[in-house]
């Protein structure tokens, strides 16, 4: 009895510091935003939290996509991988299409940018290739 409930403790803790990264993607700071893309990276690379992001898959989409517009550089490059991990996580059913058809076409704007930076044009296009291997419907 115990053991479950320290787990399921554990499991509380681990989503209120993933809620608390995805409210920083859209703190003033560049810095502070660059760091919840890391943690936000750690996390999906590290665990399946396919429940937890089904519901909060908009929320996360929109804020990548901030990251994606205004975001410079480093900022990008984190963002368009952690678009990656989350359309991983989706997987190839309906959530994974939505998230990958909503940022679609930011990613080859971002990709196609001469002045973005080379680290946030790779980063678009692993993330364009990816999403679209798992998650477009459209064969095109």
Do not use: W
């Not at 990276?41 to 590290?46: E, T």
């Not at 058809?101 to 930011?106: V, Y």
């Amino acid at each position: 009895g115990s053991e479950a409930a320290n787990e399921q403790g554990q499991e509380e803790e681990v989503e209120d510091r993933l809620k608390e990264h995805m409210d920083n993607l859209l703190d003033k700071s560049a810095k502070a935003r660059q760091a919840a893309l890391q943690s936000l990276r750690l996390a999906l690379s590290s665990k399946t939290l396919s429940e937890f992001l089904l519901e909060r898959r908009l929320t996360l989409t929109d804020s990548l996509e901030k990251c994606l517009k205004k975001g410079k550089g480093e900022e990008q490059a984190l963002a368009g991988t952690v678009l990656t991990l989350l359309c991983l996580q989706m997987g190839s059913g309906p959530e994974g299409e939505e998230v990958f058809r909503s940022l679609k076409p930011l990613l080859v704007s971002v990709l196609t940018d001469s002045t973005a930076s080379p680290s946030a044009r790779q980063s678009c296009a692993t993330a364009l290739g990816m999403c679209c291997y798992i998650a477009a419907a459209d064969l095109e």
